[in-house]
């Protein structure tokens, strides 16, 4: 929604824009009217105004040094000049005023309107990269500060089985993380899984919005329920869910309201952290089983090669049952037969957009899955890898052909030269074009 004020030292042509435009069916909530500058900076001051439209000759203050003192006081103010004079020094102020556009009076209000059509057009699309700028800024700022909780250390260790189970320590251990839970308590374990994200994030900012989407289970997942939203090693999200006595169970209706709520969850993803993902519902097991519980739920996530952005429930999947155990973790150094194939057919494959898809469906394993695996083994992201790839290829073509730049670009599956170009440029320090001329090796 969006605010206007129109000055004009003639009230006649301020009540004809406020008459002769729909405002209201544009989304303006308010029209506030000016007939001098002194008004127009008293309503500045009072109110957010996203357009002024300003007469420029009036008496005493011109609307050219209102604008002047807009520049300062309401700087997010888009501007539309008046005069009753064609003259091209007015022109040129309103230009260097920041002006978004300048007409001449009589005005038009069919044309006015379609010039206010285009600066709301303009100014929503601020509000939005504002919003996500301010969500990213949020997010960050708490995962800067955000210190281990004793409590999501508690579960990460029940998962890892890096504890005892016995009634007595469990009991300890619960009373002391203040978890309304006893120890023969049931759990209800949901796996959050990312399986692409539709903007390029580097390693690092990719680490800050897995972080959003957690804190978003938290909010519109976990909502009123007990429970706990833990971040695993793999880099999967875990939702635990405290059943109580009486919906140990996990009935019919509470699994279909968690259902909606996943399903609610995943669109807002879709929409704010630009990411698509699917929930795995598990069963409810003791604290004892979540261990059993989250590998069966991993299995479900690495046969599933045919669903996204869904939610999965284990009573109707089979994909839920136990999978032959995917190999232990690699000593250090040393990686599995599917990373290594992985890495492999990136490397004989540079010509290709190759993505997770591509890769997973390679090894016929699930994108997500492969992500974590490939970061959990290499201790880089895949993403990183297979940019990594193309751009050594690049560098050797520049190096050792005679192709022309964009070939080089079509060349590693780059089909824009500009954003090979930047991708290339803050890889090596250099564009593609100075990376030539310095290391070229061929006459």
Known sequence: MYNVMLVDDEKYAVKGMAAGVE???????????????????????????????????????????????MREHSPQTEIIFLTGHANFTYAQQALQMGAYRYLLKPVDYDDLADIVVQIS?????????????????????????????????????????RMAFHESSLELALRQYEIPLAPDGKVLPVLISIEKWEMEFGARDEEIMEYAVRKA???????????????????????????????????EAWIAALHSRCEAFIASCNAYFHCRLSCYIGASCAISGLSGGYQLLLAAERRNVTKSNCVLISEEETALEPLPPVPPSQPPGQLSSVISKVMEFARQHPEKGLGREQLA?????????????????????????????????????????????????????????????????????????EYRKYHRRIP
């Open 217 to 251: 289970a938290e909010e519109l997942v976990l909502k009123d329920e007990q429970g706990a939203v833990v971040a695993e090693r793999s880099g999967s999200g875990l939702i635990v869910f405290y059943l109580s006595p009486e919906a140990a169970g996990a009935g």
């Open 23 to 69: 405002w209201e069916s544009m989304g303006f909530v308010h029209v506030y009217e000016a007939y001098d500058v002194g008004q127009a900076e008293s309503i500045l001051q009072q109110h957010s105004v996203d357009i002024a439209i300003l007469d420029i000759e009036m008496p005493g203050k011109s609307g050219l040094e209102l604008a002047g003192w």
């Open 361 to 433: 469906a390679a090894v016929f394993l699930n994108p997500a899955y492969l992500s974590r695996l490939f970061r959990k083994e290499t201790g880089q992201s895949l993403t990183e890898f297979v940019l990594e790839i193309k751009i050594a290829h690049a560098k050797q073509l520049l190096e050792q052909s005679n192709l022309k730049v964009g070939s080089v670009a079509e060349a590693i599956g780059y089909t824009h030269f500009s954003y090979f170009a930047k991708i290339f440029k803050k890889m090596t320090g250099l564009s593609p074009y």
């Open 121 to 161: 057009s303009k100014i929503k699309q601020e509000r939005e990269i504002l919003d996500y700028r301010n969500t990213y800024k949020k997010y960050y700022t708490l995962w800067e500060s955000q210190k281990p909780l004793l409590v999501e250390r508690f579960w990460q260790d029940a998962v890892q089985e």
